[in-house]
């Protein structure tokens, strides 16, 4: 704790009056962490044509994550599978309602729950990020082909995936 007290110029008296611990600490800094990146995919979304891109962006800010923030990346990891109640499902509610538009635009369709999905899709995305410089363009086929309605293959076709993801 003095470290970190000393990293942000503040005596340790202060971040303890602050935080009561070193993993109330960093609790805080990954409910932040992860409200700042679910910030940026939905920025990055405003400009999605529809939800087969928005789950791209998704993709592509998980990726930027594991590139840049990689502490944070490795901690969501370790929080998402031990299923910590502390951890709030940003990413997951994030995912749900990107599913949930694409089963109103037509271009997802579910056996199950979108929730259980979202779990499914963000546990395999951390999965295949930290076993690989990035994701794959055949990952993501594979990701998505279960829930691809007609329409949603034809809108994922026309997508450039390399180009998405070209500069990580």
Known sequence: MQKI?????????TL????????NLEYNLMNYWQFQSCQR????MEYANNAVEKLLIYLFEL????????????KM??????KTEQMQPLFILQLEKIFNM???????????DPKVFAY?????????????????TDYISFLLSPILTKKGKIVFQDIDIEQ???YF
């Open 41 to 44: 995919v939905v920025q990055r």
């Open 120 to 136: 499914f899709f963000q546990f395999n995305s951390l999965y295949v990020l930290l076993s690989s410089s990035t994701i794959n």
């Open 77 to 82: 990891r370790e929080l998402f599978l031990e």
């Open 102 to 112: 694409g089963t109103k635009e037509e271009l997802f369709i579910f056996d199950s």
């Open 16 to 23: 303890f009056n602050r935080y009561k611990n070193k993993e």
């Open 164 to 166: 998405i993801f070209k």
């Open 5 to 13: 007290a000393d990293s942000v110029k503040v005596t340790k008296k």
């Open 63 to 74: 990726q930027y994550c594991k590139n840049h923030e990689w502490f944070f990346f490795q």
